[in-house]
């Protein structure tokens, strides 16, 4: 089964939404050269060095998460002494907004001085873009947005996704709770209209026909939306069993407060598929998050060996504070290409992606793969449910694990054909 595409350049019109631990004693790499290309205002590439470019939303509607990204991936070059292939590891950093325009305009100015490796792109209509022109400039680009086309038919050789897709996040939120309780038969949907809301909707429509669950109403509202009382007024009026929340950020946590506040928890199951994992969880509270489902991709308790070393790392340098999704996204990310020109032994973007190919890791999340024919990284997404407040053990265990899997649309059916370096 499949999820619905777009067609190429559709995503122009709107957006979306991994080593032993060691003592982190300085977050950036060694002193940089005094023979510096300069790029933008956020910094400059340094001829000398790899550079790993980062390039996220620090203000703006998706600037709590581009921050957090952003102290995740400078985290990275102190897990190699500051050295990569010989060379220096340099972490820049340049503030896209999550604006089309101001992201391809960076990674340009930063190809044309140097740099090879690029992450980011919170929004999957910023992610596609920055996808497209990385692999023109024969770069890498990692990414953690979410619309199936970024490994789908708008794929690339040149890049790679950790983040789970739409399909794989409805697969395990609404799939797994239709599963886990059948009683469960009306559902409505808000929904954001552009590529990854729309990704996400075809994804849950195919989860309700093949269950036989009577999909009673949706509401579209657009990117720029933030009042949401109309569209949950809609949905209460439709009287379903479940709200399914399919947009993401801010909008989503105005959703959810407005609906809370309605009173919808008393009449409906609410299920957010898409959430900031802790950042937004701690914005709604324990009183409001209580009861509530949310898919993640990310959740700081994870019990495997490579999660471990990350939280260890991340409280050294952040005053024992815990990490979140977008630190994760930032940090695995960075890690998974670091860990390719390590294996490559060279910079070489072409040696880097053939190294990554079919790789199985320890990540954050378990064992991870690599898929080679899409360059999508095949992991665990989880299920979530809000704690009752008395059950917490600290202010920041505000959800339990409800369930975890992997779901991936099978690499035949992507419509994947990678496009080549260069091109």
């Known amino acids: ?104 305009r960076r990674t340009r100015e930063s190809s044309s001085a140097g740099a090879r490796f690029f992450f980011g792109g919170l929004l999957s209509n910023v992610a596609l873009a920055v996808s497209d022109e990385t692999n023109r400039a024969g770069g890498l680009f990692a990414t953690a947005a979410g619309a199936d086309e970024i490994t789908g038919k708008e794929c690339r050789s040149g890049t790679f996704r ?6 794989g996040a409805v697969q395990e939120t609404v799939r797994r709770l239709a599963e886990q309780q059948p009683s469960l038969r009306r559902w409505y949907t808000i929904t954001p209209d552009y590529v990854f809301g729309q990704s996400l909707l075809a994804a849950a429509k195919e989860v309700f026909r093949a269950r036989g669950i009577e999909h009673v109403g949706n509401s579209f509202h657009g990117l720029d939306a933030t009042e ?32 809370v506040s309605f009173g919808v928890k008393k009449k409906m199951t609410i299920l957010l598929v898409w959430s900031g994992g802790l950042s937004q969880f701690r914005a709604l509270g324990a009183d409001t998050m209580e009861g509530i489902y949310a898919g993640a991709q990310y959740w700081h308790t994870l019990d495997t060996p490579e999660n471990k070393r990350f939280v260890e ?85 505000l959800v339990e694990l409800v369930s975890r899997g992997a779901s991936v649309v099978p690499a035949e059916r992507t419509g994947c054909t990678l496009r080549p370096l260069g091109s």
């Not at 060379?87 to 325009?101: F, P």
């Not at 290409?337 to 999340?365: C, M, Y």
């Open 1 to 104: 089964m499949s999820t619905r595409v777009v067609g190429r350049r559709a995503f122009i019109r709107g957006a979306g939404m991994l080593g032993g631990a060691v003592a982190l004693s300085g977050i950036a790499g060694c002193a940089k050269s005094d023979e510096t290309t300069p790029a933008a205002s956020g910094g400059t590439i340094d001829k000398d060095a790899i550079n790993f470019v980062g390039l996220y939303g620090t203000s703006g509607a998706q600037a709590e998460l581009g921050k957090e990204a952003v102290d995740g991936l400078r985290l990275v070059p102190a897990l190699y002494g500051g050295k990569l292939a010989g060379r220096r590891l340099e972490v820049v950093t340049y503030d896209t907004q999550e604006k089309i325009d101001d992201a391809v």
């Open 162 to 167: 950790w983040a789970v897709a739409t399909y």
């Open 313 to 397: 790392a991340f409280r050294r340098e952040h005053d024992g504070a815990n990490p979140g999704y977008g630190h994760a996204v930032g940090y695995a990310t960075a890690k998974m290409i670091a860990d390719g020109v390590q294996k490559a032994g060279s910079a070489d973007p072409a040696a880097v992606a053939k190294a990554l190919e079919g790789t199985r890791f320890a990540g954050l999340t378990g064992q991870e793969t690599i898929r080679a024919q899409d360059h999508q990284v095949v992991r665990d997404y989880l299920l979530l449910r809000g704690r009752k407040k008395s059950a917490m053990a600290d202010d920041d265990d």
């Open 228 to 259: 949401f009382s109309g569209y949950v007024n809609n949905a209460v009026a439709a009287k379903p069993d479940v709200l399914c929340i399919l947009n993401f950020g801010a909008q989503s946590t105005t959703t959810i407060k407005q609906a």
